[in-house]
T-cell receptor, first 113, second 117 residues
Framework: DTGVSQDPRHKITKRGQNVTFRCDPI?????LYWYRQTLGQGPEFLTY????????KSRLLSDRFSAERPKGSFSTLEIQRTEQGDSAMYLC???????????FGPGTRLTVL | AQTVTQSQPEMSVQEAETVTLSCTYD???????LFWYKQPPSRQMILVIR??????QNATENRFSVNFQKAAKSFSLKISDSQLGDAAMYFC??????????????FGQGTILTVHP
């Protein structure tokens, strides 16, 4: 039973660069969530996919952020023109359906210099 | 909007003792779910226990149990016979019921639990 995987685990980039993260959910989980967690805080919701459709986006998701889930399988989260304030852990979670439990990946830690 | 509050930034417990972590939440919904997640240092978040709001019986998972007080909007986690491996950040989380909020989780600020040998 493979869990949720995320790649890369760590990313260091310079301000202004673009970065892309990948999340592979548990197979057959049709719901996928992205969260952002800053140091010492709880995760905050960013966006939600049901299959390939992006159904909800937080106001935290500025226009520099874009997420996709082609074919309803893996998902990518891209941040354009990164800023130091984007430094955080980006978590992905998947869920088979409602009402069920979300299973989290290990996260991608982004550091913007 | 729903909010989740964990008023204890840090807690500590002696190995084999019992500790209780507090959580309160605010919602106008009657159907919802509550969770406790554990996040060990540099490791991924895992589910500890979940509670459906429509169930009056408090959830229990081995050494972990909750005290769910719906009227008071309180959801505390009790860890019995604490073990060194219980040391982690613990998050309380809320999820709306069917047809609301697409199942996203709202988290509290977290409580760091230290277990002393």
């Amino acid at each position: 039973d493979t869990g949720v995987s995320q790649d890369p685990r760590h990313k260091i980039t310079k301000r202004g660069q673009n970065v892309t993260f990948r999340c592979d959910p548990i197979s057959e989980h049709n719901r996928l969530y992205w969260y952002r967690q800053t140091l010492g805080q709880g995760p905050e919701f960013l966006t939600y996919f049901q299959n390939e459709a992006q159904l909800e986006k937080s106001r935290l998701l500025s226009d520099r952020f874009s997420a996709e889930r082609p074919k309803g399988s893996f998902s990518t989260l891209e941040i354009q023109r990164t800023e130091q304030g984007d430094s955080a852990m980006y978590l992905c979670a998947s869920m088979p359906g409602a009402p069920d439990t979300q299973y989290f990946g290990p996260g991608t830690r982004l550091t913007v210099l | 909007a729903q909010t989740v509050t964990q008023s204890q930034p840090e807690m500590s417990v002696q190995e084999a003792e019992t500790v209780t972590l507090s959580c309160t939440y605010d919602t106008s919904e009657s159907d919802y779910y509550l969770f406790w997640y554990k996040q060990p240092p540099s490791r991924q978040m895992i589910l500890v226990i979940r509670q459906e709001a429509y169930k009056q019986q408090n959830a229990t998972e081995n050494r972990f149990s909750v005290n769910f007080q719906k009227a008071a909007k309180s959801f505390s986690l009790k860890i019995s016979d604490s073990q060194l491996g219980d040391a982690a950040m613990y998050f309380c989380a809320y999820k709306g019921g069917r047809g609301t909020s697409y199942g996203k989780l709202t988290f509290g600020q977290g409580t760091i639990l230290t277990v002393h040998p």
